[in-house]
């Protein structure tokens, strides 16, 4: 949503985040992990977030407990807006396989 491929929706109960576990003592908060590298993260209007590569991997990553209908939109918003490519974007290599299952299914996703 930061950078512009994913609208949200407004009926979203849970936040993922990164940081001290003790911040999943809040209701809705899931703890994805306690740090990110600094080169992966970005900043817009004081808000920090992770970059769009780490954000594929870490949802590739936690693919089981994550609707991935977000990342297939955000991906979909991507190739279309980036002349019909996915340049740029590099998940992590174990991740190649399920990407180019998720990344056929973007661009696919609205002539459904």
């Known amino acids: ?13 849970l936040v993922w ?11 809705g908060v899931v703890v994805l992990g306690n740090y990110v590298s600094p ?7 004081g808000l920090l977030f992770t970059d769009l590569n780490r954000t594929i991997t870490d949802a590739l990553a936690n693919e089981a407990i994550l609707d991935m ?19 740029g ?3 992590a290599p174990e991740y190649q396989d ?4 998720i990344a056929k299914n973007a ?6």
């Open 98 to 101: 399920k990407f180019e299952i």
């Open 69 to 87: 209908q977000g990342i297939t939109e955000a991906l979909s918003k991507y190739y279309y807006v980036n002349n019909n490519s996915f340049a």
């Open 89 to 91: 974007l590099s998940p």
């Open 39 to 45: 080169y992966c993260i970005q900043e817009n209007n």
């Open 107 to 112: 661009i696919e996703y609205y002539n459904n």
């Open 1 to 13: 949503m930061c950078q512009g491929y994913f609208g949200g929706r407004n009926d979203e109960y």
């Open 17 to 27: 985040v990164y940081g001290d576990d003790t911040l999943s003592r809040f209701n």
